[in-house]
């Protein structure tokens, strides 16, 4: 069946056809994907539809970097860190060793729980990674239980030195067996290039291997110091590097000249407190950026790309569209995905109806739960308790 979705105060389809927003707007879904969008006044037939009531719809969020299957709390070293204690990398360990003794059932049940919560905040394409297990059976499993669930699923076994392991050494059980056996269940190799965590080289043995073994590739670069994570991503031709804090000017000029996504994490810098990534540089140098959530249990435990949308607007200068885009068109880009991310016609019918007339309320009333509805592939998946106004063809 066709759907007519009208009533829209303020429609962002990210169609290059189309400057800005349009006003007073509607858009038909067929079978899945984005039929027509235009103007209200010139909608064309359908079997049912939906007002939206004057309000603003999106494309659904496109977060492009998590850290879903996990078990275990870090409140305690999140407090710590409120009272003035830092960051290391090293916390991932607290991590390990909770997922580690979790069963299967209950990181599945984690994980259900927490895609449901980012679907309600208005997300509808997820891409998830392992690294909380870093032996081969748990790689395995995380890598399997994401499989199931979520959009994109990455491998990042070398998330950090488990203890005891000389890391050059673990870098050989991550390119080797531990690759080996998650390879049927990832898309994606990403490694952790940080002090603390795997030198530019070792890291580099590592993407390698994932190129070897036709994975994209993916970094965590410079979200500590000048880890050289950012060269190394775009030597590899890497989709994105993730956090991208401390940046040179070599570093920026590298990223603009490159395909290699730059994606910000706003709520993960609000929690290390770690100055913000320079993405109104990176913006300016032409560089693309991509906007995630980076939810996880140690630095950044929220799902809620509207809070992030609204961070970046508030604290690191980005206009509203720049902004939406990251979130949207950015994300997917650093996925390599061309079928999500926007709703022009022919892209998956990924919705976000937002409870309010305008996106710009995303940051003119922060923290407010500002998601009405969300649709996915077509299909209603979350709404608002007020519902929707709906029709048949030729009823009310």
């Not at 006044?41 to 049912?48: I, K, L, Q, V």
């Not at 009531?53 to 492009?64: F, K, T």
């Not at 673990?170 to 290039?193: K, N, S, T």
């Not at 007339?357 to 608002?384: D, E, F, N």
Request: charge should be negative; proline fraction near 4%.
């Amino acid at each position: 069946m066709a759907t007519l979705f009208t009533g829209i105060g303020e429609l962002w389809t990210f169609d290059p056809a189309h400057d800005g927003p349009l006003r007073d707007a509607a858009l038909v879904v067929d079978d899945g994907v984005v039929a027509w969008t235009g103007p209200a006044s010139g909608a064309p037939d359908a079997d049912e539809r939906v007002d939206v009531g004057g309000r603003a719809v999106l494309p659904g969020w496109v977060d492009s970097h998590t850290h879903l299957v996990f078990d275990g709390d870090r409140s305690s070293e999140f407090e710590a860190r409120m009272a003035g204690e830092g960051y290391a990398a090293g916390g991932i360990a607290v991590t390990t060793g909770a997922t580690r003794a979790a069963s299967d059932e209950r990181l599945r049940s984690l994980l259900e729980a927490r895609l449901a919560e980012a679907y309600r905040g208005g997300t509808t394409t997820v891409e998830t990674k392992t690294g909380y297990g870093l032996t081969v059976d748990d790689e395995v499993r995380s890598a399997r239980i994401a499989a199931e669930l979520a959009d994109e699923v990455t491998f990042l076994g070398a998330h950090l030195v488990p203890e005891g392991w000389d890391a050059d050494e673990y870098v050989d059980l991550v390119i080797g067996d531990m690759l080996e056996a998650v390879r049927p269940h990832v898309g994606w190799m990403d490694v952790f290039c940080e002090e603390g965590a795997f030198t530019v080289e070792q890291s580099r043995r590592v993407l390698d291997a994932g190129r070897r073994a036709g994975l994209g590739l993916r970094v965590h670069g410079n979200q500590l110091g000048h880890s050289g994570g950012v060269a190394l991503a775009v030597e590899m031709g890497a989709a994105s590097v993730d956090h991208v804090n401390f940046l040179s000017a070599d570093d920026v000029e590298a990223l603009a000249a490159s395909d290699t996504v730059s994606t910000i994490l706003p709520a993960c810098d609000l929690s290390t407190r770690v100055q913000f990534a320079p993405a109104r540089q990176l913006l300016d140098a032409g560089a693309t950026a991509a906007i995630a959530s980076n939810c996880n249990p140690g630095t950044s435990y929220t799902s809620s790309m509207n809070f992030c949308v609204g961070t970046a607007v508030l604290q690191q200068y980005l206009t509203l569209e720049e902004a939406l885009r990251a979130a949207t068109v950015g994300g997917a880009r650093a996925l390599r995905r061309g079928d999500v991310g926007s709703l022009t016609v022919g892209s998956r019918a990924d919705l976000h109806v937002l409870d309010a007339p305008a996106a710009i309320h995303l940051a003119y009333r922060p923290g407010m739960p500002l998601t009405h509805g969300v649709w996915k592939r077509g299909r209603c998946v979350s709404q608002s308790p007020r519902g929707w106004s709906k029709g048949r063809r030729g009823g009310p």
